[in-house]
């Protein structure tokens, strides 16, 4: 199917759906070069196995959680994001029963919004790593508001759920997908954020299940639009 096949037949599934304006063009977010990458990694939890490939981006989960942020060139409003993802050794059985389901995710597409939050000296000093390195994404005169994740599910039970994170109200999430039967996703997926995109938060983990598995996106496009309106 083509990509404008794609997106029709997506307008349908997803209420917030909407054909790309003609002549937006699209960012593609590099999958190869690992210094346009950051591994945020926690103390307690080991982290994923990542490789960079051109033909796509590896993560080995082995009970183990790790993001991965790419920050762009400059902030940018987007009108949404095109991702295609294949999924290897996914134990579903293990996910449908457990009551973690929703902490590990086969992919997390988070998008860091610009906004008004930023850290004062004493919160700096008692901040986790991962939130430090989150509000260090924003240039002198730029403040965080969060980040906007959009979930792969492992059950279609949890499609169109969303929530703010038990642990932070500094993530919000969506799940918009679960993979097919050849254990794939390719989607575009719409988006409304108010506020510009200062980079993309990836997290792909199985700490909290103890799940095992592997993941590849493959690409990962955002399409920017010129302003908030």
Sequence with gaps: MTLVGVLLSLFSMFPCA?????????????MADPSKWIQVTYNKI???????AVDGLTVQVTKSASPLIYKLPAPVFIQGFSVKAQFKQMDLEATLHSKF?????????????EGDKSLGFFQRKLAADWVLKLFALASKGQGISHIEFYNIAWSPEDLNFSRTHPKSDLMKEK????????????????????????????????????????????HLKLYPRESQH
């Design 46 to 52: 080991p982290p994923n196995k990542v490789s960079f």
């Design 101 to 113: 389901r929703r902490e590990d995710s086969p992919l997390r597409v988070g998008l860091v919004l």
């Design 18 to 30: 909407h054909v790309l304006a003609s002549g937006d063009a699209a960012m593609t977010v590099d």
């Design 175 to 218: 799940w918009f997908g679960v993979p097919d039967k050849n254990k794939s996703i390719e989607s575009f997926i719409a988006v409304q954020p108010t506020s510009k995109v200062l980079a993309l938060w990836i997290s792909i983990d199985g700490d909290d299940i103890g799940l095992e598995y592997e993941t590849k996106i493959q």
